[in-house]
């Protein structure tokens, strides 16, 4: 299907360069709104974003398109992707919003939907809205819009950060607290700013803050998810028991142990599908992963018993096998962690607690319960296209046929195009680190040089 705004992961881009502009906003709020609109009395939406400053242009574009399709806004502000799902589940309302570009730098900026019950939209409802959306901008379609009496209204939630706060709580088990724990948060300057901290301390923690002061130009800015080697030297200096990095929405989450060693999502699914499947509360045969999670963790998982189902990259592929199989714990290695016995999107928080609650009920720290497997050897290169190129002909097939004969089973090969980047990211697992820079090099050198012809 060809996708003209969205992505993997919403649309997202430049802010205020297309499609990240205030006009497209405010398209996609109508045709949003129309399509979610039933015609009747409460129709709402809620509206969450991160702290960039073309945030205070896409909102204020989303809120008057959806008010012009005749829906309710309800502002919630700042506020964790994981947040906007489930406000948008509590607040019974027929649409999320979150304006992100996660781990992005500040220039870039997004916006990704959330159906009623707090999933990500399907390619075909998607796909609708696009059309829609085309028509608006071109002008095609006039109506559509609500009559002047039946226009919605925008309010502010002024509890919505005590809800989710308590939401979080909730998913951690009432026996166990942290005290005496010392915890580092570096919340990426984003969206978890003023909420990550306060869970922590609540719950009993000793807390050390790290990218809480956000600005609106420093999100993910040397911090966060992306960015762990600060948090590791943070842990170190001040004897913290674990470092916790979210990134500008909070979605995922990396871990810094009390050596200062960082532990990745693979890692974290791992240490929770045991956990879960020895106190009886992991569901289904297994767990959901990407093409991207090590194959250490699929050998790691099989040891348990246990079946791991890949899929393609993106959390919201991991939610829909989580859904078809009947599973309860999902993720990336870039630490999506989808529980789905508390949240319908990835959480950071929401991991970190049960990671936390490992920890804190076996008396070991983060060092021992979260290395559960020896990574097979990987490395990820990303190549800058221009265009599209085609990744199954010429050099570029050429190149992957002999990757794959060169690993022989013992490793693996994976090229994909980013869904939010112009890239093409080029993954390649092995025995040896010979075998591995062999394979990488030799692929993206073929995928460079066709990107050079195309352009």
């Not at 399907?122 to 829609?132: H, K, R």
Request: charged share 25%; glycine share 12%.
């Amino acid at each position: 299907m060809q996708r003209r705004f969205f992505g993997t992961d919403g649309i997202r881009g430049t802010a205020n360069a297309w499609p990240m502009t205030a006009e497209v906003a405010l398209a996609l709020g109508r045709a949003a709104g129309e399509t979610f609109r039933r015609g009747e009395h409460g129709d709402r939406v809620v509206i969450g974003k991160d702290t960039r400053l073309s945030g205070y242009m896409l909102e204020p574009a989303l809120t008057a398109g959806f008010v012009s399709a005749g829906m309710g806004v309800m502002l919630v502000g700042p506020m964790p992707t994981p947040a906007v799902a489930f406000l948008t589940r509590s607040l019974r309302a027929d649409l999320g919003v979150m304006v992100s570009a996660s781990h992005n730098p500040f220039a870039d900026n997004g916006i990704k939907l959330f159906g009623p019950e707090g999933l990500k939209l399907s390619d075909q409802v998607e796909a609708e809205i696009e059309d829609l959306m085309l028509r608006y901008l071109s002008g095609e379609r006039r109506d559509g819009h609500a009559r002047p009496e039946a226009l919605g209204r925008a309010r502010r939630v002024e509890d919505a950060r005590g809800r989710y706060i308590e939401n979080l709580k909730a998913s951690f088990p009432k026996d166990l607290d942290l005290a005496g724990l010392k915890v580092v948060v570096d919340a990426a300057n984003g969206a978890a700013y003023h909420i990550a901290p306060d869970l922590f301390f609540e719950l009993g923690a000793e807390v050390v803050e790290r990218g809480t002061e956000p600005d609106g130009l420093n999100i993910n800015d040397g911090c966060g998810s992306t960015s762990p080697d600060g948090l590791a030297a943070a842990v170190r200096e001040a004897g913290a028991d674990i470092g916790i990095a979210l990134d500008g929405d909070a979605d995922r989450l990396i871990l810094v142990d009390e050596t200062g060693a960082v532990v990745d999502g693979d890692q974290v699914l791992a240490l929770i599908a045991r956990s879960w499947l020895r106190a009886g509360l992991l569901k289904g045969d297994g767990i959901a992963a990407t093409l991207m999670s090590n194959f250490g963790l699929e050998r790691f998982i099989e040891t348990l018993g246990l079946a791991l189902h890949r899929t393609q990259v993106g959390d919201r592929y991991v939610a829909e096998r989580m859904r078809e199989r009947g599973l309860n714990v999902g993720g990336e290695p870039s630490g999506h962690i989808i529980l789905a016995d508390f949240g319908t999107t990835g959480d950071g928080l929401m991991a970190a607690l049960q990671v936390l609650a490992v920890m804190r009920r076996g008396g070991r720290p983060l060092s021992e319960v979260a290395r559960c497997f020896d990574p097979l050897p990987q490395r990820l290169k990303n190549v800058r296209v221009a265009r599209r190129i085609d990744l199954g002909a010429g050099r570029v097939k050429a190149a992957l046929d002999a990757g794959h004969a060169r690993l022989d089973g013992q490793g693996r090969l994976v090229v994909r195009p980013s869904g939010t980047e112009p890239l093409i990211r080029v993954m390649v697992e092995a025995r040896d680190e010979a075998t591995l820079g062999e394979v990488l090099e030799t692929v993206a050198a073929a995928i460079e040089a066709e990107a050079k012809q195309a352009a």
